[in-house]
């Protein structure tokens, strides 16, 4: 059984508050609905099935090989690497030798602590202690597969603590090309154009997963898993009816994710299977263009949060810049404009990886980035009274100085002055960027079904999950969460945990 959410029927069923219901009521929706139709034989067969080929999904796949498993990764696009590309690759966790040579003193306690009071104590404990104390571990596997990551940490957006590594290779390229190359060594096979549509189980919402049902480029096939599939498609930031129905604020928000992967469906055929979803109301936003402009370049020079302050269009600071994303979200969210400029010196720009400073550059020509050599010139530029500007700064500076922030800004992320031209202004709205709900799971990447038991033979990794996250995930906490519960789930679907 396949579900289908589209304009029309949000409006059949009553507008947003309908929808909202009637998607609630699908969590319990009784088994005798018609179950999927056994296919008559199966075009492919594998020990392993994994759904998505973003960092989830190619962590998975070659987890699962490693474990002695045959893989084979259904990717509905025409390429490799899903939303994971265009992530901006920072990658959470305590290490104490990198971290120990800059005099951080950081814990897997610690990034637990921090992890679930960012989210409210909403996320599932069992699943953060799991995140955070596989995260050093994980991280070293990645490094074994031939990934390089920078070798000082630093707080990123959102973050909350100075622990995100970043990857040599700018934004999630890196990582993509590293894990497709160990997948192609491994002998993983990829079905690409191959669209899920259907879990196929051996009844109605009952009994083990037999394997998927697909589209192959307008062709419908059938795909066997003889010991689990994998679901790792992504969330649903990219689906402006289904993130609206749970946030009626986000309807007409930009998404910095590609709009043909994050759309939802592989959660909600995972739903109609008889799997439960938690969570789904949780979603994240992150810097993107302003609304209405069509053609705009995100920017990211927000990205070390000790670089760069947040002004809004009357030149003064709004929010304390390291705070958690939800926080962000809403003080972006309640200006009259609902967008503001990220304000950096020269040291500042040059401390951005070479990705945002590229998009920077491009963002002069399309209005999204400005640059002057003084600050006068700047707040001219960006139609902002230069005295008004100028007295931000001056207080910042003086912030750092003195170490207080009338704003709350935390002493540790008040080390940099704003002093030295050329600078910079880019703007910054925010856009739909990550949902924080999804298919719940256990410890080991398996599927909870609507019983509150293990769905046989189904598991789930990265953004298609919920329960990991809360009401707000830390920045730099979801490409842990990728490889971290990739893998485990690969190891587990092989091992048919």
């Not at 610690?110 to 799991?130: E, M, S």
Request: glycine share 10%; proline share 4%; aromatic share 6%.
């Amino acid at each position: 059984m396949s579900v289908t959410l589209n304009r029309r029927n949000l409006l059949k069923a009553g507008g947003v508050a309908a929808a909202s219901a009637a998607l609630a009521a699908s969590q319990t929706a009784a088994a005798a609905a018609d179950p999927c139709k056994k296919p008559t034989k199966w075009d492919y067969t594998a020990d392993v099935v994994v759904i998505g080929s973003g960092g989830a999904g190619l962590a998975a796949a070659i987890s699962a090989t490693q474990s002695g498993a045959k893989v084979i990764v259904a990717e509905k696009l025409g390429f490799v690497g899903g939303n994971t590309l265009l992530c901006s690759g920072y990658y959470n966790s305590p290490d104490p030798e990198r971290q120990g040579k800059q005099g951080i003193k950081d814990s897997v306690a610690l990034h637990v602590k921090q992890t679930l009071a960012a989210g409210d104590y909403r996320a599932d404990p069992v699943l953060v202690q799991t995140l955070c104390e596989n995260g050093l571990p994980t991280l070293h596997w990645l490094e074994s597969l031939g990934m390089k990551f920078q070798p000082k940490v630093i707080q990123v957006y959102g973050a909350l603590y100075p622990r995100s590594h970043l990857a040599a290779e700018s934004k999630g390229a890196g990582y993509i090309r590293v894990l497709k190359a160990k997948a192609d060594e491994l002998g993983v096979k990829f079905l690409l154009n191959t669209k899920m549509s259907d879990i196929v189980r051996e009844g109605a919402q009952k009994g083990r997963v037999l394997g998927v049902l697909a589209t192959q480029n307008s062709k419908k096939i059938a795909i066997r898993a003889k010991r689990g599939v994998v679901l790792a498609a992504g969330g649903y930031a990219a689906n402006p009816i289904l993130r609206s129905v749970y946030d009626p604020r986000l309807r007409n928000l930009t998404t910095t994710n590609n709009t043909a992967c994050s759309t939802g469906e592989v959660m909600l055929a995972a739903n109609a299977a008889g799997a439960m979803l938690v969570g789904t109301d949780y979603i994240q936003c992150n810097p993107g263009p302003r609304p209405g402009h069509q053609n705009g370049i995100r920017q990211s020079l927000h990205l070390d949060v000790s670089r760069y302050i947040y002004v809004d269009l009357r030149g003064k600071r709004f929010v304390h810049e390291d705070a958690r994303r939800d926080v962000l979200r809403d003080a972006v969210l309640n200006l009259p404009e609902q967008w503001g400029y990220v304000i950096v010196d020269a040291d500042g720009f040059a401390a951005n990886p070479a990705a945002a400073q590229r998009d920077a550059k491009r963002g002069l020509e399309t209005g999204d980035a400005y640059t002057a050599p003084t600050l006068d010139e700047l707040a001219k530029k960006i139609k902002i009274d230069p005295a008004v500007l100028k007295q931000t700064v001056d207080e910042y500076n003086k912030a750092v100085d003195t170490k207080k922030d009338p704003l709350g800004r935390d002493p540790s992320m008040l080390i940099h002055k704003l002093e030295k031209g050329p600078w910079w202004a880019a703007v910054s709205a925010m856009a739909c960027h990550h949902t924080m709900g999804g298919v719940r799971i256990d410890k080991n990447a398996r599927v909870i079904g609507l019983d509150g038991k293990v769905i046989p033979g189904l598991y789930a990794a990265g953004e298609v999950t919920g329960g990991i996250h809360g009401s707000n995930r830390v920045g730099g906490n979801a490409v842990l969460d990728i490889h971290v519960f990739g893998r485990i789930a690969g190891r587990s679907a092989a091992q048919k945990v």
